[in-house]
Every structure is written in structure tokens, then in C-alpha cells.
């Protein structure tokens, strides 16, 4: 079984920062792609920031310049630093691995639970 831990959520003035973290835990061969998508009330989730295990980074153009995703492949870790955080901004945001259970397996995408961003004055 495959876990994506979460944390570094919370409660931040808008203009303020705050990093997220994700690790993976479990049994697996390779993590592939990595990132972070986000879903506010009433609306779909989107992608914010994705990463290759190779470094490729890929942003949407709402967070370019502000946000900035790494990872550590040898601790299976992905993460977000949010800079300059705005209202809009407020959401659930959620990290995603695409792994293989062997080096021959399909991949699989698997989701953390969750860390609520809330930017508010």
C-alpha cells in the first residue's frame, strides 16, 4: 500500500509564504511524475505545479513567479513553496506521484489527502 503524506497547510495573511511537503510511503519501484493540484469550494480541481523526476517543472500560469516546486528523489518527496500568496489562492491542495510497482508495471497515480491553504486577512 502507497501513502502520500501531507503537511505544512495553515492559515497565512495574504502576501505571506508557506511551504507544503509530500512524502510517499509504501512499497514501489519508481515515482514519475510528481506535483500539486488544488481545489477551492464549489470548483473543479486543477493542476498548480508538476515535476519530472528528471527536474522539468511545469506551472500554471496562475502561480508563475510565485510558487516554486522541487523534490528530493532519495526521500520520494515533493514540495511547494508559495510565495506571495493571495486570496484566490485559498484551497485544498493535494500532492500527486505517478509510480510504478515495478520496474515493468503500469503506472498508477495516487493522491495525498489533502492541506487546506487559507489566505486571509
Known amino acids: 500500500q502507497v501513502q502520500l503524506v501531507e503537511s505544512g497547510g495553515g492559515l497565512v495573511q495574504p502576501g505571506g509564504s508557506l511551504r507544503l511537503s509530500c512524502a510517499a510511503a509504501g512499497r514501489f519501484a519508481s515515482i514519475n511524475d510528481m506535483g500539486w493540484y488544488r481545489q477551492a469550494p464549489g470548483k473543479q480541481r486543477e493542476s498548480v505545479a508538476t515535476?519530472?523526476?528528471?527536474?522539468?517543472?511545469n506551472y500554471a500560469d496562475f502561480v508563475k513567479g510565485r510558487f516554486t516546486i522541487s523534490r528530493d528523489n532519495a526521500k520520494n518527496a515533493v514540495y511547494l513553496e508559495m510565495n506571495s500568496l493571495k486570496p484566490e489562492d485559498t484551497a485544498v491542495y493535494y500532492c500527486?506521484?505517478?509510480?510504478?510497482?515495478?520496474?515493468?508495471?503500469?503506472?498508477?497515480?495516487?493522491w495525498g489527502q489533502g492541506t487546506q491553504v487559507t489566505v486571509s486577512s
Open positions: 515535476i519530472t523526476s528528471g527536474g522539468s517543472r
Open positions: 500527486s506521484a505517478v509510480l510504478r510497482y515495478y520496474s515493468a508495471s503500469p503506472q498508477y497515480r495516487y
